[in-house]
Every structure is written in C-alpha cells, then in structure tokens.
C-alpha cells in the first residue's frame, strides 16, 4: 500500500483485525476526525469508536463471521474520544496486504445526511398527522382524476375507506341532485388551465345514505408542459353550518323584532319585521339606504338623525354595542318609536353591524295609559274628601291624604312608616279588624264601623272601609278609607227616642231623595234639550227615565203609612203617565194594559223591579212598533207560592233573528241582568208574534235600608 496516500485520504481510514476488532492501522484524518493520538492506535478496537449502548448490537454482527471477501456498508454512530457523537458510513472490504486476518475500512461522516432524513421524516410523519386527524378531508387524484391518496377525514365525511374508493373517478359517487355536474364542471374548469385552483359547494350522500354538505377545495399540479401531474382535494363538512345558517335565517326571518344589517352605513339586509315597522311592501324599499332615510330630520333629543346615526353605528363598528331609543318614521311620515341595539357582526367574509329594533309603539301607548292612571290615582287619592291611608303588607303607612291628616290631626311625616294601628287605635278598644295578609276581608275588602281617636285624643266614629291590593296572590299594599259618621250615629241615637219621630224623619229622607232625584232628572232633561248629538241625548232621557222611576217608588213611600211594602198598581200607573210624557209623540197611540193583582213589594225588591219595568216598557215603546203603528203592550205581575213574575210583552215586530241576550252591549240589557241576578231571580224571554220578557224572583223581605221597620223596645232594625 502507498502509505502517503493512505495518509493524505481526506477521510478517515483504517485498518482492523477482523477477530480481535483491534484497529492495526489509521490514516491523519482518523485521529484528526477521532481525537486519538498515533500512540494510542495499539490499545483501540472498533467497540471503542461506538457509544456503549450499541456494543452488544455491535457484538452481534461481528459474530455472523461474514464472508471475508464479502464488502459491508453500514451507517452507524460513532463517538470521538471526548464522546463527541455523528454519524457515519463504514464500507469495510477485506485486506490481506501485509495481514492475516485484516480489513480495511473507509469512514464517512454522513451526520448531516442523517439529521436531514430524520427531520424530513418527522415532517412527513407531521404532515401525515396533520392530513388524516385535519377536520378537512384530503384526497389526491391522478392525471386521469382517478383518486390515489384518501385520508382519515375523508372516510370520517363520506364512510368510504380507502379501499371502497381507490382507482375510482368522482363519477363513483352518489352526488344531491345535480351536484356532480358541479363536480364536472370544476374538473373541466381546472383541466382548462384557466385556474390552477377552485373553490365550490356540494351535497353527497354518505355511505349510510344521508346527505352531508361538503365545500370542495382543489389545486393542480402541472409539469412544464402543462400536463396534469395531480389534483390536490380538501373538503370540509359544513352540514352543521348549514344546519345553523338555516336556523339563524329562520330566527332572523321569523323573529318579531325587525333585524337590519349594515354595512357602511347603508342596509344590506333586514327581515319582513323591519318591512312592517317602516309600513312598506317588500325589503327592496329598504336595501341600499340610509337609516336616515327613514328617520325625521332631528331626533327627540334634539341631535340631527344623520350626525347621532353615524356616531352610533362607528361606536359599534368598533366593538362598543349600543342600545337607544330612535325615532324613525314612514314614508307617509307617521313617526315610529323603536328601541335599537346595534352591535358589531363578524363573519368569515366582512365585518358589519348588526340592529335590532324593537317597535315600541304599544309600549309608549301602555306606557302613557299607565302614566295617566297614575296620575288620575294620585289626584284621586290626594284630593278625596274621605280619608285615605295607604299602607304595607305589615300595616306600616306609605301615604295619607289631606283628608286623613285633617280629619286625625297628624302630619304624614308623622304617620310614615308607622303601625297606623298603633297611632290611632284607642288601648281600650277590643274591636278586631282584620290585617293584610288575614283573610278577614269578605270578597278582598272589609266595612265596618269603628272608632278611632285623633291627635287631640277626641273619640272619632268612623266607617272604615279597607281594600288590600294583591299581586300574583302576594299582598303589595292597602288602602284604608275613613268616613267621619260622627253626626250619623248622633242622628241614630235621635232615631231610637222615638219611633214617631222616626217615622218623620223616614218619610222626610224619602221625600227628599225624591225631590233630589227630581232635580238630578231635570238636570238630565235640560242638559238633554242641550244636546246636539241624537246619541247623547238619547243616553239623557234613558238615565232622566231611569232616575223617575227611582223617584217613584220614593214618593210612594213618603206619602204611605206603610214603609215596607208598596203597591205596584199605583206604581206602574204613575211610570207609564211619566214615559207617555217623556217620549216622542209618535208613540202615544201604543196602548198599555196593566194587571198587577194584589202584589206588594217592599223597598229593596221594589226599586230594582220598577228599574226592570221601566226598561221593559220603554224598549218596547222604542223598539217593538213602527212609526204611528198601533199596538199594545201589556205589563203583569203575578205571586204564586211566594214566586213573582214580571211580565212585559207586546204584540209588535218580535226580537231580532239570532238574538242573545248574552251578547247584548247595551246598559239596558244590561241592567235588566244585573237587577235580576240582585233579585236572586230568572229572566226568560220568547218573541212569537211580538216579544214577552219575563222575571221571576222569590218575594222576601231582604235585609237593607228600609226594607223592614219594626219597634221592640228600644231598638229599630
């Protein structure tokens, strides 16, 4: 061997005992490339150019005795003696100049070869990963669009595996309905040359035989020719997306809110609710404008609609949501008061924003309705000549009225939040009066007569009226009503002296109730004559007719020695000469026959039986006989077994076709329900040539104001 040669080889060469592994022989670069010295040579081995860990695989491969002619490659790592480690490429070759049983070996450092195969091999294996666990599905087609690759997704979206689809053409698919003309027409598309990628929506059955919505992205690879090479395909699944965008465009369509979207500053898109809110016919009288298009000139705050628009949709352009009121107005002009929320809307494509507007027309109605009731309660409450407390579920006082503080000497400031039983319920007084929330009030309320004491200490008899206010079954408030009846009970002490004097002062309060009730009807009769519209008056000479025959039954009573029952026969002679006098003339050829037997009534029976009467009669007289036809109508009272009946009929036109007097509107109807059901009574009505209304009651005497005057001892019920 040429030992300069040897020596000057760039590469570490050397020379070993194929058994003892002992290195005989090295070139320059060995030790320079190892950092052994020349006098070292003699103790080396191969096993020392290897890290520890590798020297039973070492030991393993020396052992197989190769075929001494026989070359050997390997890549191995080696470690410098300061344990420096790389990577090399031993080719080993036997040698027999010189030695029994020798090799020669030529070392190359491949340390940089090595490290780029694995970092080429880590981003395949990253890559790999990164393709098969990708929510994107990849699939590489060859140059006849036949598919070579298919990743994980791809099976995940479709159901196919690898094998299901390898070879095969789009074609092998089973596309929603025209979907693989998409599909052909992109491959077409792409195999023009035009474009070198393309991007498109599809739906595809799955292999289960639902539908997925896929978005098909594609890329080529051509030579240098042009020809196809490949088409790289990523799809995504957007079937959840499309679910979502189907939901949001039905909650956007059906929403009761109007929805606007907008972007700079003009309308892009709304929903039928904003049509409806401007008044207009379709959402293209909307696109493309400005909201100040459909707002006055000036807002309500006195801020010019386009200046307060822009400055609000750029604060919410810029992420600050914004909520106001805004007055917007039709095309005619009629203004619209909404309240609008406006936020930024980022989507994939743009940025915009986002208004919400909530009409609030009947909201501001309620709103105002509820001002005014508000409003009507305080003036109600503040001025009412009873005295009036308001109080809390504990009995606490919120509010007294001038009345109160008068008639009790405190101040409000003085009561508030005070027990109001406490301040003005004597400590010798045992009555009981329910408190909220006891369920003491009859019907929610309570009346009672009491007695309370006022600042000064001076005893007050009072009517207390109590009314507790509930909400959702929980009281909120009530309210105490105070009626100074001090003069009352003195006037009943007067009463209980003598029962003649009682009999005075009875027929006196009569005559005067009639004589107050003539005034109040003339009034009505003059107020009637006043009248410009037929409507108003008419409601007039109802409530003056109404009113006499209160009156009558009064004035019956005051000129009777008997206070508890009253002859109809003379009643209803005096009502018909009222109505025949009251009434237009062209009703006075309608005769009126009477038949009222021996039935007597006391008060309370009395007055509500002359008011049905009365409405009876007059219906008739209004409604049953054209203009001068003559007719009759006939009015009966009959008793039976303590059973009255009220009979009114006539022989005119009948009721109208499908008549029901549920139904009926009217105060009269109306009247004749609620004064029967006070009656405890039944009304039946039949129209067969002409009309017969009936009512029957059980004849009682009922308990109230003169309803039965009796003298035992010294006390009068």
């Known amino acids: 061997m040429d030992w300069s040669l040897f020596d000057l080889t760039p590469n570490p060469v050397l020379i070993y005992d194929r058994d003892s592994l002992q290195i005989l022989e090295a070139n320059k670069s060995f030790f320079n490339k190892y950092g052994y010295a020349r006098d070292e040579l003699e103790k080396l081995t191969m096993y020392d150019l290897h890290p520890g860990e590798m020297h ?42 010189g030695y029994e049983n020798a090799r020669l070996a030529f070392i190359h450092d491949v340390t ?13 294996n990253e ?102 090479i490949s088409v790289l395909t990523f799809i995504e699944d957007v079937t959840e997306k499309k679910r979502a965008e189907i939901r949001y465009q039905r909650l956007f369509e059906n929403a009761n809110d109007g929805i606007f979207i907008i972007k700079d500053g003009k309308f892009i898109e709304c929903n039928n609710q904003v049509v409806n809110i401007f008044g207009l016919d379709d959402r293209d009288q909307i696109l493309g404008k400005n909201p100040t298009d459909f707002s006055p000139e000036y807002q309500l705050d006195g801020q010019k609609s386009d200046v307060k628009a822009r400055k609000k949709i750029q604060q919410a352009f810029e992420g600050n949501p914004q909520v106001f009121e805004w007055r917007h107005q039709t095309l005619e002009g009629k203004p619209v008061d909404v309240e ?81 039983d406490e301040i003005i319920v004597g400590e010798e007084d045992d009555q009981i009066v329910p408190r909220m929330p006891d369920k003491g009030f009859e019907e929610d309320k ?25 909400l959702d079954g929980q009281p909120i408030a009530g309210f105490g009503i105070y009626v100074d009846i001090t003069e009352q009970k003195k006037y009943q002490e007067q009463l209980q002296q003598s ?23 003339g009034m009505l ?48 002679t005096k009502l018909i000469d009222t109505i025949k006098n009251t009434l237009p003339f062209d009703h006075q050829h309608i005769d009126v026959e009477v038949d009222t037997g021996d039935v007597l009534l006391d008060i309370n029976q009395a007055i509500p039986s002359a008011i049905i009467i009365n409405e009876l009669v007059t219906n008739a007289y209004k409604h049953a006989f054209d203009a001068n036809e003559r007719g009759t109508i006939e009015i009966l009272l009959k008793e039976k077994a303590q059973a009255i009946s009220i009979i009114v ?25 609620s004064l029967t059901d006070q009656l405890e009574g039944e009304l039946f009505y039949t129209s067969d040539g002409g009309t017969e209304f009936k009512v029957v009651f059980e004849n009682k005497k009922q308990n109230g104001s003169g309803s039965m005057l009796s003298v035992n001892g010294n006390n009068v019920h």
């Open 649 to 673: 009929r006539d022989n005119g036109a009948g009721l109208p076709g499908g008549f029901c007097i549920e139904g009926q509107t009217s105060i009269g109807m109306n009247l004749i329900e």
């Open 112 to 124: 940089e070869r090595v490290e780029a195969e694995k970092r080429a091999k880590s981003a395949f």
């Open 56 to 97: 039973q695989e070492l030991q393993c491969f020396w052992d197989h005795k190769e075929d001494e002619k026989l070359s050997l490659k390997k890549v191995v790592r080696h470690c410098s003696k300061d344990n420096s480690l790389f990577y090399v490429q031993v080719s080993s070759h036997a040698y027999k100049n």
């Open 499 to 521: 029962v003649k004097e009682k009999q005075v002062l009875l027929e006196e309060i009569h005559h005067r109730v009639k004589n107050n009730l003539a005034i109040i009807s």
């Open 525 to 572: 009769q003059l107020q009637a004559f006043e009248a410009g519209n037929e409507e108003i008056r008419n409601a007039l000479n109802d409530g003056q007719m109404r009113i006499q025959s209160i009156g009558i039954v009064h004035e019956l009573l005051y000129q009777s020695e008997n206070f508890i029952d009253i002859s109809f026969e003379e009643y209803i």
């Open 340 to 420: 609008v929320s406006l936020n930024r809307l980022e989507l994939p494509e743009d940025e915009y924003v986002q208004a919400i507007v909530r009409d609030l027309t009947e909201q501001k109605k309620a709103q105002e309705k509820l001002r005014k009731s508000e409003e009507l309660f305080r003036k109600l409450f503040l001025k009412a000549p009873g005295a009036m407390v308001m109080i809390d579920p504990q009995n606490r006082v919120r509010k007294v009225n001038k009345s109160f503080e008068e008639l009790f000497g405190y101040t409000e400031e003085e009561l508030l939040n005070q027990d109001i």
């Open 446 to 470: 309570f009346y009672t007569d009491i007695i309370r004491y006022s600042k000064g200490g001076e005893k007050l008899n009072l009517l207390l009226g109590a009314i507790p206010v509930y």
């Open 127 to 228: 890559l790999n990963h990164h393709v098969n666990h990708s929510p994107l599905a990849m699939i590489k087609w060859d140059e006849n669009y036949e598919i070579i690759e298919w990743s994980d997704r791809a099976r995940e979206i479709t159901g196919y595996t690898k094998n299901d689809v390898f070879g095969h053409t789009p074609e092998f698919f089973d596309f929603y309905e025209d979907g693989l003309i998409s599909v052909q027409q992109d491959m077409n598309y792409l195999l023009s040359g035009e474009s070198d990628r393309s991007q498109f929506e599809t739906r595809v059955y799955h292999k289960q035989g639902y539908l997925v919505d896929i978005n098909v992205h594609s890329s080529v690879l051509c030579d240098d020719s042009g020809n196809l």
